[in-house]
């Protein structure tokens, strides 16, 4: 990751990344498994990066703003109530806050992203 006083580049190149998974709860399928490389965290809730998820399916409730571009895989996001939509590289997704539903990961996932809480 380059950084200046003024911008970041989104490579993930000598970043850890953070593991995680969905809440044992919200597990719809599978056995999902998350990896997060921060690229930012700034004060006042903004957040940027990296993430990928492996195959299985879970519920999301979302209270933060999150814009997001598709790097590579298939998901599936669908809003309670709503028609399911299918995710590939180079799709693009805005979540706001309220946002109820499911994610689906079809075919490993990686997508960045800039999350506002």
Do not use: Q
């Not at 970041?8 to 953070?18: A, H, K, M, R």
């Amino acid at each position: 990751m380059m950084t200046t006083a003024n911008f970041i580049t989104l490579s993930i190149d000598g970043v850890e990344p953070e593991f995680g998974a969905p809440e044992p709860g919200r597990i719809i399928s599978g056995d999902p498994h998350f990896r997060t490389w921060n690229l930012e965290k700034r004060e006042g809730g903004l957040y940027s990066g990296i993430w990928e998820a492996t195959p299985g399916k879970w519920r999301i409730v979302y209270e933060e703003w999150e814009y997001f571009s598709l790097l590579a895989g298939h998901s599936i996001v669908t809003e309670e109530g709503g028609e399911p939509v299918h995710l590939k590289a180079g799709d693009r997704m805005i979540l706001r806050p309220g946002f109820k539903g499911t994610w689906e990961v079809v075919e490993t996932t990686r997508k960045d992203y800039v999350i506002k809480v």
